[in-house]
């Protein structure tokens, strides 16, 4: 069954004063089976965190934007893991090249890849235009309720979270 | 010859298709030398670094590329990156094994990749080039970009724009 989402959240999207648009009508079941490899090479299951926030961000090593706003996710990661929070990174490029780029980086979060499948199954999460960097955030039981285009806020961002996220007092 | 189309001028804030960001055409420079002109909208660029040049057709080799000098960009983690804006033109030095008059057309697979200065950056995309042999300036982009994903159409999709 389609999720209904109802929840209409501020997005500081890169298109301005663009009116709302929906969220994507992706099932959760559909992206609670979607699976890409980690950078050993095992397959990960998307559904293997039903009880937590997943914030997806969509990135590639060619894409400087995507590689600026790592820190921003690290940071986010470490500040909201109490709070039910996963960050995972899934990239466009081949595992080895994502493999190489976090050896030399700080990162503490998940990172997925796949060459081939990275882009388009960001499209099937409302990334039109397959650029990168892609946000969304995924709420327990799979209903997505935020998408990005482009670089994230990193205030947004924190407010976003904050509100969202189980534990806030 | 051809002219290029033209890179299309984005609205502020919207983002382009890639296959409006980047255009390109290719002709014969002379029978060992192809030329490529990339035409890049306002506000995007294109990495030197990120091209790459191959023939489908067998027995045909880039021997060499001659690049114009570029903007020098600073990056974290790539130190500086030359990148262009609003045009390039590339030679690409050919050989081939086999005799030009044997052969009508043959294909180059071009492939670039940039960003958006709004911070968005754009898969590599492949132009297959389909051009005649011999001296003459008939150069067709024949298939448009050929993209690593197949894009949705707009209409009909949870997402609007």
Known sequence: ?169 | MFAPPPAVAAPEDELLDVEQAFTVTARMRDANTIELDYRIAPKYYLYRKRFKFEFTTAGWRVKARKYPAGKMKQDATFGYVETYRDSVRILLSITSKAKVEDLSYFELRATSQGCADIGICYPPQTHRLRMKTGLTEIVLPESAATLPFSKPPRTGLPFGR
Not at chain 1, 33 to 48: H, K, N, V
Request: charged share 15%; proline share 9%; aromatic share 8%.
């Open chain 1, 1 to 169: 069954m389609l999720a209904v989402i109802a929840l209409w959240l501020d997005q500081p999207d890169r298109r301005g004063s663009a009116p709302p648009i929906p969220l994507p009508a992706i099932s959760p079941g559909a992206f609670y089976a979607s699976t890409f490899p980690d950078l050993q090479q095992r397959e990960q299951s998307l559904g293997q965190w039903p009880q937590d926030w997943l914030l997806v961000n969509f990135w590639a090593t060619w894409c400087v934007p995507c590689r600026e706003e790592m820190p921003l996710l690290a940071k986010m990661q470490a500040k909201y893991a109490q709070r039910h929070l996963k960050v995972i990174g899934i990239s466009a490029d081949q595992t080895t090249k994502a493999a190489n780029f976090a050896q030399n980086n700080a990162i503490n979060y998940l990172l997925l890849a796949d060459e081939s499948r990275a882009i388009s199954f960001s499209q099937r999460l409302g990334n039109l235009d397959g650029a990168l960097p892609y946000s969304v955030l995924v709420s327990p039981g799979g209903a997505i309720v935020w998408t990005h285009a482009g670089p994230m806020d990193g205030p947004a961002l924190d407010a976003l979270l904050a509100s969202q996220l189980p534990g806030g007092g």
